[in-house]
């Protein structure tokens, strides 16, 4: 049994092992020597017996260093193995992955030949933690880490550098075609959903590369370029995303680093604010409802996007209470809108697997005193499918409650239409990627008419939003899209109240006399 599989023995047994093989050893040469003299033992001179005796104690000596040592090759390879291997997937530990790096740096500062260092990252991953527990994220952890292994050559070395972050050198001379193509296969082997104990979990990735020696070659150093290539990636705030290390990175942390440090200070001193955009019935030819969007009014840096700062509010835990606020403030704001009106509100995947979420609506709900028939949530396909079970329940209990649910971006998240049949939802909101070249791409087009058939047989309907020409806003009327939003009917605006009565967009009755020339 190798030594390192066998690490029970304790410093007790250690030493017992010791005292018995020196003890054994001074043992078997006296009785050794009995056999031999005989009667004469006794009979030899002083000199001779203290000469003996030394020598059975430097034999039991020997004997017990032996023992010892071997103890002590016994505990290296314990704690090495126990030091340099993460316990939970087999991969090397992050120190010991730091010194791969370093060891391959300096081989390719010899050889010439690049190796490659990336850096791939289970997205969300401590919401993933928090919704299905730890016990189903380890074996999820060990089934993402043995299918990585599988996918690579053996050359390839494979550590683990955080919770649900893993790193990987891939010598250059192993590659079977460009390095695009295998990242973007890598990422579609592992997107694939695992089977876990109670259910089929998905993830999605981003994965930062650098290439050494052309980006450096001090491990740290490259780690550090690694992961701000995946936060780069992962900005773009789409699944199964990669990047390659730029120069200019570095300055784009340290604006991430910047907001992060920011957002909770932002939300104590009330800078978020809502606007509003209209949806407009085509059919009726006048607005139906507004969506509520959150906007950073920062005193110093002035507007900042959301696409800056939502990210980063869910990977640090802000989104819970800025979600939370964004929902209580737009159902609040509804009772100035008219009561044939309903409010949008968009719902991070994040918030929507949060244990009180439902309870979060309920309280909402009665607090502000909103009909819950006027108050819409928009989720998104990657929402829904982070726990299948999890999350049909959390929208039947919504439709239960009278509130309506909007598939939101749809088209542009999974392929397996399968969760369309198993969810409660009353509307899918066509993603304006295929709403923007309507007019100019015939496959967008036979897109979007799949869309609003695949809702017809679902019986739900249907929204675009984006749409800014009158020609996109046709094309979808004939296609038979019910409702539109966007630039030509109106940009988000804040909320004026004059009156009681909401004044969010001053030009309203130009935009109701374009959807009726629509019309």
């Keep these: 049994m190798p030594s390192v599989k066998n690490p029970g023995r304790t410093p007790l047994f250690r030493l017992i092992t010791i005292a018995s093989a020196g003890l054994g050893s001074f043992i078997l040469g006296l009785w050794g020597l009995k056999i031999g003299l005989g009667d ?39 704690v090495f193995s126990e030091t340099n291997f993460d316990k939970l997937t087999g991969t090397l530990a992050k120190h010991a992955m730091v010194g791969k790096v370093a060891e391959a740096a300096s081989s390719t ?12 990252d289970i997205n969300r991953f401590s919401q993933i933690n928090d919704a299905i527990g730890y016990t189903q994220v380890d074996d999820l952890i060990r089934l993402f880490a043995h299918r990585l292994k599988t996918l690579l050559p053996r050359e390839a070395v494979v550590g683990r550098v955080g919770p649900g972050e893993f790193a990987v050198l891939y010598p250059d001379k192993r590659l079977p075609g460009s390095m695009e193509a295998l990242v973007e296969q890598l990422i579609d082997d592992l997107i694939s959903p695992y089977q876990l104990k109670t259910h089929q979990q998905s993830v999605s990735l981003s994965v930062g590369v650098v290439a050494m020696p052309k980006d450096g070659i001090d491990p740290v150093l490259l780690l550090r370029r690694a992961n701000l290539a995946l936060q780069n990636a992962r900005a773009t705030n789409a699944a199964g995303t990669w990047s390659v290390f730029q120069p200019e990175m570095g300055k784009v942390a340290d604006h991430r680093q910047w907001v992060e440090s920011e957002l909770h200070t932002a939300f104590e001193r009330g ?10 019935d ?42 939370e606020w964004v929902l209580r403030k737009a159902c609040s704001d509804a009772r100035h809108l008219p009561e044939d009106c309903f409010v949008a509100v968009n719902i991070s995947p994040v918030q929507f697997m949060t244990k009180d979420f439902l309870a979060m609506v309920r309280n ?16 998104t396909e990657t929402a829904m499918m982070q726990d299948k079970e999890r999350a049909a329940a959390i929208l039947k209990e919504l439709s239960d409650m009278g509130i309506s649910v909007a598939v939101d971006d749809f088209g542009t998240g999974y392929s397996n239409l399968s969760y369309l049949i198993d969810f409660s939802f009353h509307k899918l909101k066509i993603d304006r990627s295929f709403v923007s070249r309507i007019d100019t791409d015939s496959g967008s087009g036979a897109v979007v008419s799949t869309i609003v058939g695949l809702s017809r047989a679902l019986g739900v309907s249907t929204i675009a939003e984006g749409v800014e020409t009158e020609s996109q806003a046709t094309m979808l009327k004939a296609a038979g899209c019910e409702v539109v939003q966007g630039y030509l009917f109106g940009k988000p605006a804040p909320l004026r109240v004059i ?10 009755a130009q935009n109701q006399r374009r959807a009726a020339n629509l019309h």
Excluded at 47 to 75: H, P, Q, R, Y
Aim: hydrophobic share 45%; proline share 6%.
């Design 40 to 78: 004469s033992l006794t009979e030899l001179p002083l000199n001779t017996l203290v000469a003996i005796v030394a020598g059975l104690c430097a034999l039991a000596a020997a004997c017990a260093a032996m023992s010892f040592f071997a103890g002590v090759d016994e505990s290296a390879d314990y």
């Design 109 to 120: 500062l010899k050889t010439g030949e690049p190796v490659y260092l990336l850096n791939i």
């Design 271 to 280: 800078d978020f604010d809502l606007h509003y955009q209209p949806q407009l």
């Design 282 to 323: 085509l059919a009726a030819g006048r607005v139906v409802g507004y969506e509520a969007l959150i906007r950073w009014n920062h005193p110093e840096r002035g507007t900042i996007a959301p696409m800056e700062f939502i990210p980063l509010a869910e990977e640090t835990g802000m989104i819970g209470p800025i979600g």
């Design 364 to 379: 909402t709900i009665a607090s502000t005193g909103i009909k819950p028939s006027r108050l819409e949530l928009e989720v």
């Design 499 to 508: 009156g009681g009565q909401a004044q969010s967009v001053e030009h309203m």
